[in-house]
T-cell receptor
Framework: EDQVTQSPEALRLQEGESSSLNCSYT??????LFWYRQDPGKGPEFLFT???AGEEKEKERLKATLTKKESFLHITAPKPEDSATYLC?????????????FGGGTRVLVKP | KAGVTQTPRYLIKTRGQQVTLSCSPI?????VSWYQQTPGQGLQFLFE???????NKGNFPGRFSGRQFSNSRSEMNVSTLELGDSALYLC?????????????FGSGTRLTVV
């Protein structure tokens, strides 16, 4: 069974204080690893998809990396508007359809 | 370009009742997936529909069902509601099925069972 574990559960940062979020996963074969951002009362907003170990993707202050067992989301010099819950999900190669298995998320609060 | 539209946004139901939630995907998207999000269990996959056929189903009881219409709009139904069904129900649409890109989520329907 596919499993995704995210750590830490919550993160409080000062504005400008860089940090990393971890996503550990177990999947029979990885079709894709996804990062989403979710604001309170809203649906998840797509950030990145990573496909193979060694891959990296960047978007503004966010950078996602992937190894064979985990992914990291690095937040560089965060701003208060980066406060959100960040969700990691995997899709297995053998999965029928578009099923995503999500981790529990990391709640990030960036204080000015 | 309109996003994924879920209606209603909020719903309050009584135990034992049934409820129907609606999801209109992005124009041209043929796959609709449904997820349940709760504080304790996080986001859990319910089922996916593509071209009016259920492609995959999560580990939920038979009280949870869905369907998709020829215009790709989807509905999910929960019968005999329980207090534990209180959750944010999210749908995600995608152009195709069995691939790993282009999932867009709606804002969800917040269901409260009292």
């Amino acid at each position: 069974e596919d499993q995704v574990t995210q750590s830490p559960e919550a993160l409080r940062l000062q504005e400008g204080e860089s940090s990393s979020l971890n996503c550990s996963y177990t999947v029979s074969g990885l079709r894709g690893l996804f990062w989403y951002r979710q604001d309170p009362g809203k649906g998840p907003e797509f950030l990145f998809t990573l496909y193979s170990a060694g891959e990296e993707k960047e978007k503004e202050r966010l950078k996602a990396t992937l190894t064979k067992k985990e992914s990291f989301l690095h937040i560089t010099a965060p701003k208060p508007e980066d406060s959100a819950t960040y969700l990691c999900a995997v899709q297995a190669l053998g999965a029928a359809g578009n099923k995503l298995t999500f981790g529990g998320g990391t709640r990030v609060l960036v204080k000015p | 370009k309109a996003g994924v539209t879920q209606t209603p946004r909020y719903l309050i139901k009584t135990r034992g009742q049934q409820v129907t939630l609606s999801c209109s995907p992005i124009s041209g998207h043929r796959s609709v997936s449904w997820y349940q999000q709760t504080p304790g269990q996080g986001l859990q996959f319910l089922f996916e529909y593509f071209s009016e056929t259920q492609r995959n189903k999560g580990n939920f009881p038979g009280r949870f069902s869905g369907r998709q219409f020829s215009n790709s709009r989807s509905e999910m139904n929960v019968s005999t509601l329980e207090l534990g069904d209180s959750a944010l129900y999210l749908c995600a649409s995608s152009l195709r099925t069995g691939h790993s890109y282009g999932y867009t989520f709606g804002s969800g329907t917040r269901l409260t069972v009292v």
